[in-house]
């Protein structure tokens, strides 16, 4: 009777020890990231039969348990890929909004109004050096305007793809540390207890790794645990796991890639790009935002710059340089016999190609080396004629680009609509994904994290448990020794 | 009952706070700047709008020079027409008094010589310039338009200006439509041939007269030939040919009161020009005002608003961070 007494006492002494070394754990933890509240299960031990009636000999510790729901957890990694999206998007398409950001400062519209405009006082006296020396000074900022936009929409590109390759190397890292999760919690749980702490670790590499993309988990009927790209594939499988790799290809008809920048594909199967598969996390806005975004601005810059380029010459090659020509006997200007070119003069740069036209624009020798190469008369030996500089002023107004329908501005106005638009667009997406994601992470907490006030009356519970059942050990003992007592 | 964690506690005072803040900022820099837009995306369409009233602004800006370049241009042309006209009636004047017989020839030989400095004047007058711009010249400006013999060096061609979005106005009179006669009304040939009615040949007055425009052989008469022509009536003592030149000198006189009557017509242009650029600037103010300006009361009003939520969040926040179980199990 006795023994079992001490038996009975020893097992809620143990039950109380174990609940309070959890408890402290669960305090210990409190502000660990990912850590999920862990609690005792305890069931009442199994039953002795005596005669006529059923004992009750004590607690055992069936479990200890993670506080952790499968949904929940599903929809805060869905949430936050989804947030991450969000948040990278309007990070990138905010470095390139600034970059058309004139509101406070100067930008290429006002630069380019100014340009024609200094065509339109050259109009008005076309002889003066000074004024051609002012286009010509207009022209060459310009140019640089052209230059600094390409240029920094160029290291935009190229920050994003050294983003996306760093990404990926993180990714096969948290891969790999998920497999090897995998493995080392199947050897834990051989026998059936859970390995909680190596879980919680495995939800924070998945959630890390849903950061970059869109996941699906799930645990197959082998109990393997499994991870894949959504609408890419596997990534993870059980204990082992598929490297992804970021690097230049060759090109194959693939029109978004440019300068052979960061493909994504699997280590194994080089040859399947799945750069275009991925939707969504940070890794899927990068790739949106370069693919898309930037290289339409890119596209949309060249053919503002090669229009430019093209429609100013086309004029410009019509009119004389404000040279003396020599003249016949009759009176007619003889162009060839000047000892230099006086017409058919390029303004800038001749382009070789539409593609990356801004990068290249420049004035060309001759106007770069002498401003009264700048052609303005129609006539040769008319410095007073104006007629090339009104014409190539007019351009400003004139529908020249999109085969005829919109001017320089209302282009160049249309992209930066666009770009704010898309900007505008994305920032509200992350307000609300970012409350989406404050809203799992506090459902999330509320079953899974430490609640210090729950742990502070749990520790006060298993302490008094734990004196009772010290109190019922020594109880036991005094009835044990009265018995005793009884022996001579 | 729901369960708090620490965690959830936390995230939600973070949120609550990482918000306001947010809104508080934004709200901050529209009040730092006054402006209700500071990038493209806080008003794509207004950005776009914004940018397309400042390009007309700095338009309408160019504009403005060009019409004071046109109106100083003109301003001076009108001046000097008018000096041409008082020469040239005081041209006829003279020749009107000389037309009659009743004059001896020496009284003429002196009125030659007045004829003869009136030439000069007006010659000079035709080279006026602006800077180094030949007002007569056409589109040759910086050609001296009219040698010593009156003839005519530099071209037909008008120069045009854009005082307003595609409103272009000539902006100068060539010495060529000024000073010869339309085609209609020339001269005989017989009455510029002066050296059949002299008998010598006055040093002073040396004719030297070619056609001005050798592509037709049309002759055209100008200004400076009728004034050689009417000093050698003085001098060779013509009273006819004198009496047949009054009617070129009027036709003349007319044709320059007509030009200065056309600077006057494109001088109104340019003034309404100036007007209505003036009012689409002030349209276009108002509209920039409209579009990027931030209202302040209501900017002020909202910063106000956020500080307070602000506040309150730190309140509710302390409250709950401050209190634990703990401080009451002692």
Redesign the interface.
């Known amino acids: 009777m006795s023994t079992d007494l001490l038996n009975i006492g020893k097992s809620g002494l143990f039950a109380a020890k174990q609940s309070m070394s959890t408890t402290s754990h669960n305090i210990a933890n ?2 660990t990231e990912g850590f999920t ?1 862990q609690e005792v299960k305890t069931e009442n031990a199994p039953t002795r039969y005596e005669s006529s009636y059923v004992l009750g000999t004590g607690v055992d510790i069936q479990s200890i348990k993670r506080s952790h729901d499968e949904m929940v957890e599903k929809k805060l990694t869905k949430s936050l890929s989804n947030h991450k999206f969000n948040e990278e998007r309007t990070n990138q ?2 470095h390139i ?2 970059v ?5 400062s100067e ?1 290429m ?2 630069i380019l ?2 340009f024609f ?1 200094s065509f ?2 050259l ?3 076309p ?1 003066n050096e000074t004024i051609r020396n002012v286009v010509k000074e207009n022209a060459k900022i310009v140019v640089n305007d052209f230059h600094r936009i390409r240029g920094n929409l160029d290291d935009i590109r190229s920050s994003i793809s050294s983003k996306v390759t760093q990404g990926v190397d993180h990714i096969n890292l948290l891969s790999k540390t998920v497999a090897k999760l995998n493995r080392e919690i199947a050897t834990e749980e051989v026998a059936g207890a859970m390995a909680n702490d190596l879980r919680d670790q495995r939800d924070i590499a998945i959630r890390s790794l849903t950061e970059y993309f869109p996941l699906t988990t799930y645990t197959d009927e082998k109990g393997q645990y499994n991870v894949s790209i959504e609408g890419v594939g596997s990534i993870v499988s059980g204990g082992n796991y598929q490297a992804l790799q970021a690097g230049s290809r060759a090109k194959d008809g693939n029109a978004n890639t440019e300068r052979g920048e960061a493909e994504i594909f699997f280590a194994s199967r080089p040859t399947h790009a799945i750069t275009d598969k991925i939707k969504g996390g940070a890794l899927g806005a990068q790739l949106k935002t370069r693919n898309e975004e930037l290289t339409v601005l890119e596209k949309q810059l060249d053919e503002l710059a090669h229009g430019l380029v093209l429609a100013t010459n086309s004029i410009h090659r019509r009119g004389f340089a404000n040279h003396p020509v020599p003249v016949d006997s009759q ?1 007619n200007p003889v162009p060839n016999a000047a000892p230099q070119k006086v017409t058919g003069i390029n303004f800038f740069k001749e382009p070789l190609d539409l593609n990356r036209a801004a990068e290249y624009i420049t004035l060309s020798d001759e106007v770069e080396s002498d401003a009264n190469n700048i052609a303005t ?1 129609l ?1 040769a ?7 090339v500089a ?1 014409a190539i ?2 351009l ?2 004139e529908k020249v680009l999109g085969s005829g329908t919109t001017t320089f ?1 209302e282009q160049y ?2 992209s ?9 667009k994305s ?1 509200i997406d992350q ?1 609300q994904s ?2 989406i994601l ?1 809203q799992a ?2 459902f999330k ?10 742990e ?2 749990n520790m ?1 519970k298993y302490q008094n448990a734990y004196e009772a059942s010290a109190k019922m050990i020594r109880a036991s003992d005094e009835m044990f020794k009265s018995v005793l007592g009884l022996l001579p | 009952m729901s369960r708090v964690s620490e965690n959830s506690s936390i995230h939600s005072i973070n949120y609550a706070v990482g918000k306001t803040k947010g809104r508080l900022e934004e709200l901050q820099l529209k009040g730092s700047t006054l402006k209700r837009m500071n990038k493209p995306s806080d008003d794509p369409v207004g950005n776009a709008e914004l940018l397309a009233i400042r390009s007309q602004n700095i338009d309408a800006g160019q504009y403005m020079r060009n019409i004071n370049f046109a109106q100083t241009q003109l301003a001076y042309t009108e001046d000097v027409l008018e000096e041409m006209t008082d020469l040239l009636s005081k041209a006829k004047e003279l020749a009107i008094g000389q037309a009659s017989t009743i004059y001896a020839p020496e009284i003429r030989q002196g009125v030659a010589k007045e004829i003869h400095q009136i030439r000069q004047q007006m010659l000079s007058l035709s080279n006026k310039r602006i800077g180094n711009r030949y007002l007569f010249a056409g589109q040759k400006v910086l050609t001296r338009p009219f040698d010593q013999d009156g003839k005519y060096l530099g071209d037909k061609n008008k120069i045009n200006i854009e005082i307003n979005k595609d409103v272009y106005i000539p902006v100068n009179i060539t010495g060529h439509e000024l000073f010869y006669g339309d085609l209609n009304k020339k001269l005989e040939k017989s009455d510029l041939d002066l050296n059949q009615q002299r008998p010598d040949i006055d040093p002073h007055v040396e004719i030297m007269r070619k056609p001005a425009s050798t592509e037709t052989n049309e002759v055209q008469s100008s200004v400076f030939d009728e004034l050689r022509a009417l000093e050698n009536a003085m001098v060779t003592d013509n009273p006819q040919l004198i009496q047949g030149l009054l009617e070129r000198m009027d036709s003349s006189i007319e044709r320059m009161v007509g030009f200065r009557a056309q600077v006057g017509a494109i001088t109104n242009t340019i003034t309404n020009s100036e007007t209505n650029i003036e009012k689409t600037k002030l349209v276009n103010e108002a509209q920039k005002s409209r579009v990027e300006d931030a209202d302040v009361t209501e900017l002020f009003a909202d910063l106000q608003k956020e500080q307070n939520v602000l506040k309150a969040t730190y309140n509710a926040s302390s409250k709950l961070m401050n209190t634990s179980l703990m401080d009451f199990l002692k």
């Open positions: 409190a502000n509240k398409l905010g909004e600034e058309f950001n004139e509101v406070n930008g519209n006002k109004n100014r405009n339109r006082e109009s008005n006296q002889e009176g008369a006539e030996n008319k410095p007073g004629d104006n007629r009104l002023s007019k400003q107004h501005e106005l249309k930066v609509s666009n770009i704010g638009l898309q900007a505008g920032k307000e970012q409350g404050a992470k506090s907490e509320r079953i899974s994290g430490v609640s210090l006030d729950e502070a009356a006060i």
